[in-house]
């Protein structure tokens, strides 16, 4: 499968409680990316992070990548009912412009 | 303003049938790319034009696929002699840059 591949498959977690996902990858990359989609539609970008930097922040978004593992991983805190949905990254090997997406991630957050 | 379309949002089928899949990136976005995704899966990768060019068609399953976008705008993704293999959510993105726009997806169920 040219897929990556996440963990959890599913994660149930209480509102206000932090959601860490990962995601492992095959190859050498230029940028990991994470998505969210709900309801098996339309991924919205939530955060980039290239190959060179090792941690990100955005909101209550926190990513960090470790290429020797090829393998980063996404952490939600106070997570919220609203962030209920699938999470998947997305690798861009270096010289090409093809995404790779992970296998998911399905997140559910209980009020 | 306005995010990427695609029509229709569902398309029923019979086997053997031809279908054609439309999708309206954003104005101004010179990439575009086209995505299948099974129940339960991530996008899997077809094809990605950089204007009015195919620049990688490798993710494309065999030669019944086809996907054309003749202005470097709206592009149509072809699918003849359709199996019911190839029911699955359609998905189309468009970028300026890295992140990656997607519209709703057209679900496609072939009978």
């Known amino acids: 499968s040219q897929q990556g591949e996440e963990d959890p498959q599913a994660l149930s977690i209480q509102e206000g409680e932090n959601a860490t996902m990962n995601c492992s990858y095959k190859?050498?990359?230029?940028?990991l990316q994470w998505y969210r989609q709900n309801s098996g539609r339309g991924l919205v970008h939530l955060i980039l992070?290239?190959?060179?930097?090792r941690e990100k922040h955005s909101g209550r978004l926190r990513v960090t990548l470790d290429t020797s593992k090829k393998s980063s991983s996404l952490l939600i805190t106070a997570s919220r009912a609203a962030d209920t949905a699938s999470y998947f990254c997305a690798t861009v090997s270096s010289g090409t412009y093809k995404y790779i997406f992970g296998t998911g991630t399905r997140l559910k957050v209980l009020a | 303003g306005a995010g990427v379309s695609q029509t229709p949002s569902n398309k029923v089928t019979e086997k053997g049938k031809y279908v054609e899949l439309r999708c309206d990136p954003i104005?101004?976005?010179?990439?575009l790319y086209w995505y299948r995704q099974s129940l339960g899966q991530g996008p899997e990768f077809l094809i990605y034009?950089?204007?009015?060019?195919?620049?990688?068609d490798s993710g494309l399953p065999n030669d019944r696929f086809f996907a054309v976008r003749p202005e470097g705008s709206v592009s149509t993704l072809k699918i003849q002699r359709t199996e019911r293999g190839d029911s699955a959510v359609y998905l189309c993105?468009?970028?300026?840059?890295?992140?990656?726009?997607f519209g709703p997806g057209t679900r496609l169920t072939v009978t």
């Open positions: 190859t050498s990359i230029n940028n």
């Open positions: 992070i290239r190959s060179n930097e």
């Open positions: 034009f950089q204007g009015t060019g195919a620049a990688d």
């Open positions: 993105a468009s970028s300026s840059g890295d992140e990656q726009y």
């Open positions: 104005s101004g976005h010179t990439a």
